[in-house]
């Protein structure tokens, strides 16, 4: 049984009251029996039988008035440890007791402080972490996450939860990146790697491993930062194509009109049939040159408006028939039909001479890949919110590899034919930044040896912006 203050004051207290009682009592008794009788020695016994009791009721209430406020203190001692620090401990007397009780109630407000502090913290750096577009991970001295972001979570494709406690090997199932992690463990400096993801699609991921280190916990760890750098590759690529492609395009012109200037500068003036048709190859080149750098300029002119471009209330009905009209004389020449329908409401706020152009682009390569006696037609559909045309074309598709690319500048299906067909490789680019300054978008459905569909879809009302300060 507990050795309570009260189980430990109150015998030694009483012991020693009734030792001094009794032996008043028994010097009290043996100096009377020579002088009195026996009577009156029952009296002196009764009397110390009632000063025992007396002096037993007093230590109890002195034992009592002392550990009352012990036990008190116990109480909101474990009211603190359970986390209610808004309690608070009070008592009168003694006085050492109430400097006690000041002090756990002092100690409480400041745990108070502190806890609220830590979660302000934690809360910051969780929303920190949770906001970051990087992904954060900390690893434990086995490899184990021990904690994950949201963005390192999707990367993985789970939730933080379901990462924490796993292997870095189990969660992210790349081989690459654990070897990252436990090179970054054994190092001093921080490691950088570029590492592939393989999900539903391949993600590029730049990562930065550093080792962790805590005075609060011995064992090392590792934290790893992921970046996504998909789409910053792919955009890399892209202009490594476009430089390589326009150095291509121009290249091919510039030397064929130099190559004949040579040879009619080496004499072919003797020969005017050859040197008529020398100089008719040079001015073909050189009118592929000028329509290669004003598709350029007109891309340069789109990307830089922002969407900022002039726009009237416009009938798509009569643009779609001006379009036709003006491919008139190259359909004819093989023999194609071009059909226009047209169904709901046709108005909308747009640039005519731009949605002109996108819909002659279009029209202009449904003839060039159509057979001979083929059909092209273009569809108007128009609702409360948008306007949706499309141009269909009967002819050899477009294979499915090629389909997330067709917009690109002067990437080509098939490059020779294309090229050989006059074209320049930017129109579809163009199409596509016209329908982006419109606020829409196009896109293009196909199936090889059946033909193409490319759609454009631009909102009837044109976006209201607020206006800019001067």
């Known amino acids: 049984m507990a050795k309570t203050l009260r189980r430990q004051v109150l015998p030694i207290y009483l012991t020693m009251v009734a030792l001094s009682v009794l032996a008043a009592t028994a010097l009290a008794v043996s100096s009377l029996v020579m002088l009195a009788g026996s009577a009156r020695i029952a009296g002196l016994l ?47 007397e003694p006085e050492e007791v109430n400097a006690i009780a000041e002090a756990l109630n002092s100690m409480a407000i400041q745990l108070k402080a502190r ?18 577009v990087e992904g954060v991970v900390v690893l434990d001295a086995a490899s184990r996450v021990r904690s994950a972001n949201a963005a390192a979570a999707r990367l993985a494709g789970c939730s933080p939860s379901e990462a924490t406690g796993r292997s870095l090997l189990d969660v992210f199932r790349s081989t690459e990146l654990a070897a990252v992690a ?57 202009r490594k194509d476009f430089v390589a492609n326009v150095s291509h395009e121009l290249k091919t012109p510039v030397t064929t ?42 891309l340069s002119r789109l990307e830089q408006s922002e969407g900022e471009i002039p726009r009237d209330r416009t009938d798509l009905r009569f643009l779609i028939r001006r379009v036709a009209e003006n491919c008139a004389r190259a359909a004819g020449e093989k023999g194609i039909t071009v059909e226009r329908r047209c169904e709901g409401e046709c108005e909308a706020e747009v640039s005519a001479s731009l949605v002109e152009q996108a819909l002659v682009n279009l029209v202009d390569n449904a003839l060039k890949y159509s057979d001979h006696g083929a059909a092209v037609t273009i ?64 896109q293009v459905e196909s199936t090889v040896g059946l033909g193409s569909t490319f759609t454009i879809v631009l909102p009837r009302n044109a976006p209201h912006r607020s206006p800019r300060s001067s």
């Open 46 to 92: 009764a009397a110390g039988v009632v000063v025992a009791a007396s002096a037993w009721l007093a230590s109890r209430w002195v034992v009592t008035r002392i550990s009352r406020p012990l036990l008190d203190m116990r109480a909101a001692a474990r009211r603190y440890a359970d986390g209610d620090l808004e309690y608070r401990f009070s008592v009168s």
């Open 379 to 442: 569809e108007l559909h128009g609702d409360a919110d948008r306007i949706t045309i499309a141009v269909s074309d009967n002819g050899p598709g477009i294979v499915p590899t090629a389909v997330p690319r067709i917009f690109e500048r002067f990437y080509r299906v098939d490059r020779a034919r294309s090229r050989a067909m006059g074209g320049t490789g930017l129109g579809l680019a163009i199409v596509k930044h016209i329908a982006l300054a419109h606020g829409g978008t196009v």
């Open 115 to 132: 806890i609220g502090t830590m979660n302000r913290q934690r809360g910051e750096l969780e929303a920190i972490l949770s906001s970051m």
């Open 182 to 238: 436990d090179e970054a463990a054994i190092k001093d400096e921080p490691v950088e790697r570029s590492v592939t993801l393989y999900r539903d699609e391949p993600r590029i991921i730049q990562v930065h491993g550093s080792t962790l280190r805590s005075t609060t916990d011995p064992r090392p760890g590792t934290l790893l930062v992921l970046h996504d750098i998909t789409q910053i590759k792919r955009l890399e690529d892209i």
């Open 257 to 298: 009109i130099k190559g004949f200037i040579e040879t009619l500068l080496d004499g072919s003036e003797h020969d005017p049939a050859q040197a008529q048709r020398f100089l008719e190859i040079v001015m073909q080149n050189a009118n592929r040159l000028h329509a290669i750098i004003e598709d350029l300029l007109s």
